[in-house]
Nanobody, 114 residues
Framework: QVQLVESGGGLAQAGGSLKLSCKASGSIRGVDTMGWYRQAPGKQRELVARISYGDSNYADSVKGRFTISGDHAKRTVDLQMNSLKPEDTAVYYC?????????WGQGTQVTVSS
């Protein structure tokens, strides 16, 4: 059974920083893509950042502020979030994909106060 465990969420002030981490355990082979998504209250889940063997892409709203990094072999993916804004408040979900199968974390709350 595959499990993704996220950590690092919490409360930050506007302009501050947080780092999210995600590690997969269990029988998962050949992670192709890793990423972070978020869902704010009343909104749909949206892509924040995604990385696949060094190639990364970001939502326009976080470009220049967030940085994703991942280790395919260790099945870990991090999201460094700087210059946080109140609109970054959401539940953040880790995704790791292997052979077109998506595995999701349980989500971690990030709250940014103004």
């Amino acid at each position: 059974q595959v499990q993704l465990v996220e950590s690092g969420g919490g409360l930050a002030q506007a302009g501050g920083s947080l780092k999210l981490s995600c590690k997969a355990s269990g029988s998962i082979r050949g992670v192709d893509t890793m990423g972070w998504y978020r869902q704010a209250p009343g909104k749909q889940r949206e892509l924040v950042a995604r990385i696949s063997y060094g190639d990364s892409n970001y939502a326009d709203s976080v470009k220049g502020r967030f940085t994703i990094s991942g280790d395919h072999a260790k099945r870990t993916v991090d999201l460094q979030m700087n210059s946080l804004k109140p609109e970054d408040t959401a539940v953040y979900y880790c995704l790791q994909s292997s052979r077109d199968v998506d595995y999701w974390g349980q989500g971690t709350q990030v709250t940014v106060s103004s």
